[in-house]
């Protein structure tokens, strides 16, 4: 069988593993529209969580077997149809991701100062798509709208001591915006409560401990939860913990003004959180080009747990803020006319990975199911995923009789277009040249963020 994926992010990968080792006849395609691999994992992962990125060793093992092939700088829906595709593989899953955001829908997103966390976060990881975005960091005060691990990143990054931050692969060209920042204090802003916080206790504990900052938490909004949280699962039990001591920690009593000063200008920045606040409207400055602050509706909260809903009260409050980044979600797009796409979910309908109504097509990952869950999710759904497939194959739902080409009918129309797609060991001198510029400068590695300069390494 010959079984093609689209997209070699987390979901990509892990589904061409699992097919690869559980049939020992299958051989797998991965198709990827930028030059390099890894997806999620070179350009979403924080460059100071270089251990999140070890799956890419795995991922290579991946690459390297004989029985899988990697083709980049192709764009199927463009380069190539889904349609084109499925006549040559017999097999085809749709693993790519979710490539755009979710937008806030209120007046002044779009003004000076105001930015996706997608953006954001592609900015200072990397992204070709997103090398320009110069985002100005001249204002004392950035408020983040989310309360999820990638808001929780966002705001470590911004406050990070630059020492920490020299040595990851962080882009040049961020490390020298952020050296010139002036943010100092970090707001995440929730819809809902503490209870209802999406990020988890290892990016939270890390952000209380980070040095040179400190956590700013109002001991109201934390009195009495300890009630709340008896019969919580455990996850979010220690969560709530971790935020109810740092909250209502007292200094030692002991501890003179002096020292407190001392502290005080020891951590000259601070982040904290701020809840059952519901973003607006982001307000201009007088010329009314950038952001100087947001309107928040104050809520209240509907229903318990995870289910509550955020419910304006009809009070409002203003925050000041130069800086606005909206993390409140990606979000995936649809990608050829031929696959089903629910709009309103913003995945492909399937059951257990097969698209609904079209034999042979299947999902895995983010687009699959939402932009939800870290990379051990990602695994276990495009094992799912990869499962069905296997399953189909061994029922004859999928009709191995007949000899699919793969690549080879794809190369000839990718050549007629005047697409050059990269292998895996093109991909190896990019990252081999990467490597070489970070050691140069004492990091990991030093990314290049224009695709026409990767094309040019490799003599395309």
């Given at each position: 069988?010959?079984?093609?994926?689209?997209?070699?992010?987390?979901?990509?990968?892990?589904?061409?593993?699992?097919?690869?080792?559980h049939h020992?006849?299958?051989?797998?395609?991965?198709?990827?529209?930028?030059?390099?691999?890894?997806?999620?994992?070179?350009?979403?992962?924080?460059?100071?969580?270089?251990?999140?990125?070890?799956?890419?060793?795995?991922?290579?093992?991946?690459?390297?077997?004989?029985?899988?092939?990697?083709?980049?700088?192709?764009?199927?829906?463009?380069?190539?149809?889904?349609?084109?595709?499925?006549?040559?593989?017999?097999?085809?899953?749709?693993?790519?991701?979710?490539?755009?955001?979710?937008?806030?829908?209120?007046?002044?997103?779009?003004?000076?100062?105001?930015?996706?966390?997608?953006?954001?976060?592609?900015?200072?990881?990397?992204?070709?798509?997103?090398?320009?975005?110069?985002?100005?960091?001249?204002?004392?005060?950035?408020?983040?709208?989310?309360?999820?691990?990638?808001?929780?990143?966002?705001?470590?990054?911004?406050?990070?001591?630059?020492?920490?931050?020299?040595?990851?692969?962080?882009?040049?060209?961020?490390?020298?915006?952020?050296?010139?920042?002036?943010?100092?204090?970090?707001?995440?802003?929730?819809?809902?409560?503490?209870?209802?916080?999406?990020?988890?206790?290892?990016?939270?504990?890390?952000?209380?401990?980070?040095?040179?900052?400190?956590?700013?938490?109002?001991?109201?909004?934390?009195?009495?939860?300890e009630?709340?949280?008896?019969?919580?699962?455990?996850?979010?039990?220690?969560?709530?913990?971790?935020?109810?001591?740092?909250?209502?920690?007292?200094?030692?009593?002991?501890?003179?003004?002096?020292?407190a000063?001392?502290?005080?200008a020891?951590?000259?920045?601070?982040?904290?959180?701020?809840?059952?606040r519901?973003?607006q409207?982001?307000?201009?400055t007088?010329?009314?080009?950038?952001?100087?602050?947001?309107?928040?509706?104050?809520?209240?909260?509907?229903?318990?747990?995870?289910?509550?809903?955020?419910?304006?009260?009809?009070?409002?409050?203003?925050?000041?803020?130069?800086?606005?980044?909206?993390?409140?979600?990606?979000?995936?797009?649809?990608?050829?006319?031929?696959?089903?796409?629910?709009?309103?979910?913003?995945?492909?309908?399937?059951?257990?990975?097969?698209?609904?109504?079209?034999?042979?097509?299947?999902?895995?990952?983010?687009?699959?199911?939402?932009?939800?869950?870290?990379?051990?999710?990602?695994?276990?759904?495009?094992?799912?995923?990869?499962?069905?497939?296997?399953?189909?194959?061994?029922?004859?739902?999928?009709?191995?009789?007949t000899?699919?080409?793969?690549?080879?009918?794809?190369?000839?129309?990718?050549?007629?277009?005047?697409?050059?797609?990269?292998?895996?060991?093109?991909?190896?001198?990019?990252?081999?040249?990467?490597?070489?510029?970070?050691k140069?400068?004492?990091?990991?590695?030093?990314?290049?963020?224009?695709?026409?300069?990767?094309?040019?390494?490799?003599?395309?």
């Amino acid at each position: 069988p010959r079984v093609c994926v689209v997209g070699s992010g987390p979901a990509g990968f892990y589904t061409a593993q699992h097919i690869l080792k559980h049939h020992g006849g299958a051989r797998v395609d991965i198709y990827e529209k930028l030059p390099v691999p890894f997806g999620l994992v070179r350009f979403g992962v924080a460059p100071d969580h270089p251990e999140v990125k070890n799956v890419i060793n795995a991922f290579t093992q991946t690459a390297r077997s004989e029985r899988c092939a990697y083709y980049g700088n192709v764009t199927v829906g463009r380069d190539i149809t889904v349609a084109e595709l499925r006549q040559a593989y017999h097999a085809v899953v749709l693993s790519y991701g979710a490539e755009d955001n979710q937008v806030l829908g209120i007046p002044g997103e779009n003004l000076s100062g105001v930015y996706s966390a997608r953006a954001f976060v592609g900015w200072y990881n990397g992204l070709p798509e997103n090398r320009d975005l110069k985002p100005d960091l001249s204002c004392e005060t950035a408020l983040i709208l989310g309360h999820g691990n990638v808001a929780l990143d966002i705001a470590r990054i911004l406050l990070s001591p630059l020492h920490l931050l020299r040595k990851t692969d962080i882009t040049d060209s961020s490390l020298a915006a952020l050296a010139c920042s002036k943010v100092k204090r970090v707001w995440l802003v929730g819809r809902r409560g503490p209870l209802q916080v999406a990020f988890t206790i290892k990016e939270l504990r890390e952000m209380i401990n980070l040095p040179g900052a400190r956590p700013v938490l109002n001991p109201a909004d934390f009195t009495g939860l300890e009630n709340a949280i008896k019969d919580a699962p455990r996850p979010r039990k220690r969560l709530t913990e971790l935020l109810i001591k740092t909250a209502l920690e007292k200094p030692g009593e002991k501890m003179v003004e002096a020292q407190a000063a001392a502290a005080q200008a020891a951590a000259p920045r601070e982040w904290g959180l701020r809840f059952q606040r519901s973003p607006q409207e982001v307000l201009p400055t007088a010329d009314g080009r950038r952001a100087r602050g947001i309107r928040m509706a104050l809520t209240r909260l509907e229903g318990l747990g995870d289910s509550a809903k955020a419910v304006p009260t009809g009070d409002v409050e203003e925050l000041e803020c130069g800086l606005v980044l909206s993390s409140i979600g990606y979000r995936s797009l649809p990608l050829d006319p031929a696959v089903p796409f629910d709009t309103q979910r913003g995945v492909i309908p399937n059951s257990s990975g097969r698209v609904e109504g079209v034999p042979g097509l299947y999902c895995s990952g983010w687009v699959k199911r939402g932009p939800t869950g870290v990379i051990i999710t990602t695994m276990n759904d495009s094992f799912d995923t990869a499962q069905s497939v296997l399953e189909d194959l061994q029922l004859g739902v999928l009709d191995v009789s007949t000899s699919r080409e793969g690549f080879g009918a794809v190369e000839s129309i990718l050549h007629s277009r005047g697409v050059r797609p990269v292998s895996f060991s093109d991909w190896e001198k990019i990252d081999a040249a990467e490597v070489a510029r970070g050691k140069a400068a004492g990091k990991p590695r030093e990314k290049i963020v224009d695709p026409q300069e990767m094309l040019r390494l490799i003599g395309h």
